[in-house]
C-alpha cells in the first residue's frame, strides 16, 4: 500500500467524535505532521534539486497524524498547541 501523506495536504473529518476532542463530520484542516512508530525505516530522497522538495519513504504507516484544523483555535488535546490534534488513523 502506498500512502501519499504531505505536510500542508488538506484534509476532512469523515467521522463524529464525541470524545474530549468534540470533532464533527466534515471538519476542515491541513496536515501539520506526523509520527512513524519507533521501528520503521525510513528513506529521504531529493527529488527537485531547485525547489528541495524532499520524499520521506517510510516502511511503515504512521501511527498518528497531526491535524490543524481550520477555525477551531481552543485546547483540544492538553499536549498540543491550540486548534491541532492528534489522530490515529484506521488504516482499511
Not at 23 to 48: F, R, S, W
Not at 63 to 77: A, G, R, S, Y
Request: proline content about 7%; aromatic content about 4%; charged content about 15%.
Amino acid at each position: 500500500m502506498i500512502l501519499e501523506l504531505a505536510v500542508g495536504m488538506p484534509i476532512m473529518c469523515t467521522k463524529n467524535n464525541s470524545g474530549p476532542m468534540e470533532v464533527a463530520n466534515k471538519t476542515l484542516g491541513h496536515v501539520i505532521g506526523y509520527q512513524l512508530p519507533e521501528i520503521a525505516t525510513t528513506h529521504h530522497q531529493v527529488i527537485d534539486e531547485t525547489s528541495r522538495y524532499i520524499i520521506l519513504v517510510s516502511s511503515m504507516l504512521p501511527e498518528i497524524v497531526f491535524i490543524k484544523l481550520l477555525n477551531h483555535d481552543q485546547i483540544l488535546d492538553l499536549e498540543l498547541s491550540p486548534g491541532i490534534i492528534g489522530i490515529h488513523p484506521i488504516w482499511e
